[in-house]
């Protein structure tokens, strides 16, 4: 399975971004899927989750201001990003699980600064 991320930049205070990570490969059998964050210094942490039939969990951090969803038939999973704050700056990372295994997209940056 292959992830590519795309989405990231840098904006503003209070602005909006939208991720997106497609999957490729053997995409058959992906379950859950997800995105992780990692700013420099800090372990990489669970933002946003959402399983194959379409149950998500959000972080403490981003509820309210953050938005998952997933469309099957294109292997995307998307992270709406609203209100976005500067402590939001990070690297995103999507996953997917299949069988067993843990996959990892290369990483967008998200930088929110004035």
């Known amino acids: 399975v292959q992830l590519q991320a795309c989405g990231g930049g840098l904006v503003q205070p209070g602005g909006s971004l939208r991720l997106s990570c497609a999957a490729s490969g053997s995409i058959f059998s992906i379950n859950d899927m997800g995105w992780y964050r990692q700013d420099l210094g800090k372990q990489r942490e669970l933002v946003a989750h959402?399983?194959?039939?379409?149950?998500?969990k959000l972080a403490d951090s981003v509820k309210g201001r953050f938005t998952i969803s997933r469309d099957n038939a294109k292997n995307t999973v998307y992270l709406q990003m609203n209100s976005l704050k500067p402590e939001d700056t990070a690297v995103y990372y999507c996953n997917a699980f299949r069988l067993g295994i843990t996959y990892w997209g290369q990483g967008t940056q998200v930088t929110v600064s004035s």
């Open positions: 959402i399983t194959s039939g379409g149950l998500t």
